[in-house]
């Protein structure tokens, strides 16, 4: 009997694979925008489930990389939600936040699946996943399956993208990962970095900085070119390598470094100053913020970085 019924079950399988009509698995990446490293980037690319196929959708995954230094400039978003929900990855190279809109007849199902992908056909495995037999179930009632079709998911992206990444192609990956069948789809973009307006003098104290020492903060003096005022910087948009934010106090206007041009003392924190250094003896830290009109800034300073206890 258990042979009989494996029969059976192979045929349901076999007919479900040859009955099933010519549909379709699609990811469409939308053109990603602007394409300026260094602004919030903003994409979303959609997948799509055609016809009345049963498919079933275990994991979304998304990636961001340099199309020549892959190893370098890397980020990588795993799980994107399923459901309708948001969700924020913050990266090494800033926070990439995802929203999940599910079409109409999206859900949550048990049972067979079999789709087209690019002229050749796949077949899904039986499990759980997105996909099912035409009812639905679950919190939001979602439900795609047989009979219900076509159906799909669209993400919204926006990445912070660092101004220190280097302009060039760069490729967005999406992946879809179902029954033991992978699918990704990539888009390549060319992107710009950010040209500020305004460049800054920095200097930034001390020079040395043992990664082992003690101390509650990281001194920058910002002086800006002629025709800008050091006093206009608005002190909550200053960032130390894009990440660690300046503190509202202690600040000042002097001039630290006597050339008779005004200048900004911001303070960073010492510890996240540190966690993102590595021992060098050029290290390099940008400083960015914008002036109270929303004009940007940009300038640097290198330090020597050493890791010596006591
Ligand atoms: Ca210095
Ligand atoms: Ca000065």
């Known amino acids: 009997m258990r042979i009989i019924s494996a029969a059976i079950t192979g045929f349901i399988i076999l007919s479900l694979v040859f009955i099933s009509p010519a549909s379709a ?10 394409k300026t490293l260094g602004q919030t980037i903003s994409f979303s690319f959609t997948i799509t489930v055609e016809d009345s196929e049963l498919l079933p959708i275990r994991r979304v ?31 090494a190279a800033g926070d990439v936040t995802v929203t999940a809109v599910p079409g109409a007849g999206w859900g949550y199902g048990y049972g067979y699946g079999y789709a087209i992908w690019e002229s050749t056909g796949y077949y899904w495995g039986y499990g759980y996943g997105y996909g099912g037999w035409g009812y639905g179930y679950g ?10 079709a076509p159906t799909s998911i669209t993400y919204s ?37 950010y ?7 920095i200097d930034i104290d001390p020079d040395t900085l043992n990664l082992k020492s003690r101390g509650r903060w990281i001194t920058a003096y910002i002086e800006l070119p002629e ?28 001039d630290y470094d006597e050339d008779g041009i005004p200048d900004l ?16 003896d050029a290290v390099e830290l940008t400083v960015t913020g914008e002036l109270i009109d929303g004009t940007p800034f940009k300038g640097s300073d290198t330090i020597r970085v050493i890791s010596k206890g006591k």
């Open 25 to 34: 698995l699609k990811i469409d990446i939308a053109e990603p925008s602007p």
């Open 265 to 280: 003392m911001v303070k960073f924190d010492r510890a996240m100053v540190k966690g993102m250094l590595s021992p060098g």
């Open 61 to 91: 995954d998304l990636e961001i990389y340099k199309e020549n230094e892959p190893a370098v400039y890397h980020i990588t978003c795993l799980d994107l939600p399923l459901t309708a929900t948001s969700k924020t990855y913050p990266t």
């Open 227 to 254: 025709g800008y005022d050091a006093a206009d910087i608005d002190v909550s948009t200053v960032l130390l390598n894009d990440k660690v934010p300046a503190e509202s106090m202690p600040t000042g206007i002097g």
């Open 157 to 193: 992206v926006t990445w912070s993208s660092p101004a220190t990444w280097p302009a060039g192609d760069y490729v967005v990956k999406a992946t879809v990962l179902a029954n033991g069948d992978t699918f990704s789809k990539t888009r390549t973009v060319a992107l710009s970095v």
């Open 195 to 201: 040209v500020y307006p305004v460049t800054a003098k």
């Open 139 to 148: 919190p939001e009632g979602y439900g795609y399956g047989y009979g219900f």
